[in-house]
DNA sequence: TTACTTGCAAAGGCTTTGCATCGCC
DNA sequence: GGCGATGCAAAGCCTTTGCAAGTAA
């Protein structure tokens, strides 16, 4: 079940959002969730709880991952590897993609990436249907060059 | 017999390409490049080992993990993720990408990406050096619609 | 011989699961 | 009250590592 982000951009997005996705609305989901909005590189479940913790929540390990398969089901965010061995998430919505700096972490966004184009090509071409693609950059930031 | 001779060759492949990388030479690394030279699809090492043993080959797993780390580290192989939550691994050399069928999990391969473009626009507006990329495609294949 | 490679065993990191309890609606 | 959410503990995967023994060059 996808529900659009864009229409809580402007105020208080978790437990509005929580309540159209038919969640319960729990202190670590409002909390996890407003962590997502204001945090601009994607965030892997360490920093979620470090998150928590930081707002008096000792929330397991095990229910941040419950969470997270939660959201992801609902569409609430997105799940990206960077090759680091782990799950990185981000609020869904836009269609953008990431410069990754090898060096110092970093993470910049890029958008209008203009795959559309590729996947109806993939289609006529190969008779394959695009549902989703994963595309990242990675290399050396500005700063670190 | 023609089939023998054709493996045979491959395997001096093997060797050779494990000369040039100043690797010894060893029946495991033989294999298992043969093994990579086969394969279609991205191989995990689950798969290597199968390989392995079908060749009588009591290889050990941490044996695999290291091979896969000198490959990559001297180029002969790059690793890739579909989000399985393990690595898979492939012969360098083509630049290629992905289309991984989200129902019976075939791979296929597309290649010109023509992301080189991409790179030169990152570098100049963003200041970024791009090494290296990651694309891959997800959804249903022409035989799973 | 010498340095690289391997096997074995253990551990480490990330993630999932079973079950009883708790708490939002 | 009912059903979904959570805590706790354990386990499941994938991968890495230390160390001693083996082996290609």
Known sequence: MQVSRVRFAFMQLSA???QQSQLKV?????VAIHFFEKEERPVDVEEILFHLRKHKLATDRATVYRMIDTFLDRGIITRLEFGEGKYRYELAGSDHHHLVCENCGRVEDISDCG???WEKKIKQKKHFLVKHHSLE????????Q
């Not at 950059?137 to 670190?144: D, L, P, Q, R, V």
């Open 26 to 30: 729990t202190n670590a989901r409002k």
């Open 137 to 144: 950059f990675f290399g050396i930031c500005k700063s670190c």
């Open 16 to 18: 509005q959002l929580l």
């Open 115 to 117: 795959i559309e184009a």
